[in-house]
């Protein structure tokens, strides 16, 4: 009589700490670097789509004025002197991007995580969705914050500079939970004995 084949009971070891804090690591510097990295290309592309709709609507209303427009002082401006900088910004942005993701796999390497370019990629996915939904929540308070300190001398730079320090700090602790999540998930599977 043969006896029926039946399959091991498969588990997840735990992340080492040593594991565990490679990925809070990669996950807190390659999102910084990644977000930093995001936004220098983003921003000079968003500059010029809008610099070419308010030039293409500002010749439209100079042409239905006439040349004595009360858009007349506007002709003396030279957009050439902003070419290279937003090219300089994009590419420093598109290298930033790159970099974060070969940061990221080092770091998670170096520390001995299972799958590092699967750990973060992923991350970076799940951690690109988590920024946009706290970013949206925390952006009702800090809009009321900066309304109510307009009136006052000097508080508008502190409120400035607060949010700039609580968007450097959210953004490394979504990164640092996301690429340590994406690192339990992906972990390997031994086989209990």
Do not use: C, Y
Request: charge should be positive.
């Amino acid at each position: 009589m043969t006896q029926p084949i039946t399959a091991f009971p498969t588990t997840r070891p735990p992340l080492t700490p040593k594991e565990k804090f490679g990925a809070r690591l990669a996950g807190a510097v390659g999102f910084l670097l990644l977000t930093l990295g995001w936004g220098l290309f983003v921003i000079p592309i968003a500059i010029v789509v809008f610099g070419a709709f308010f030039a293409l609507l500002f010749a439209g209303i100079q042409r239905a004025a006439g040349d004595e427009g009360p858009l007349g002082v506007l002709q003396g401006f030279d957009p050439s002197g902003w070419i290279l900088p937003l090219l300089l910004s994009g590419l420093v942005g598109v290298v930033l991007v790159v970099a974060s993701l070969f940061v990221s796999r080092g770091i998670l390497r170096a520390n001995g995580v299972a799958r590092p370019w699967v750990v973060t990629l992923a991350g970076a996915g799940v951690a690109i969705v988590a920024s946009w939904v706290v970013s949206a929540i925390l952006a009702i308070p800090l809009q009321l914050v900066g309304t109510f300190s307009a009136d006052t001398n000097g508080l508008p730079i502190v409120v400035g500079i607060v949010a700039l320090v609580l968007g450097v700090v959210v953004t490394a602790a979504i990164g640092w939970l996301s690429w340590w999540w994406m690192a339990h998930v992906t972990r390997p599977l031994t086989r209990a004995s």
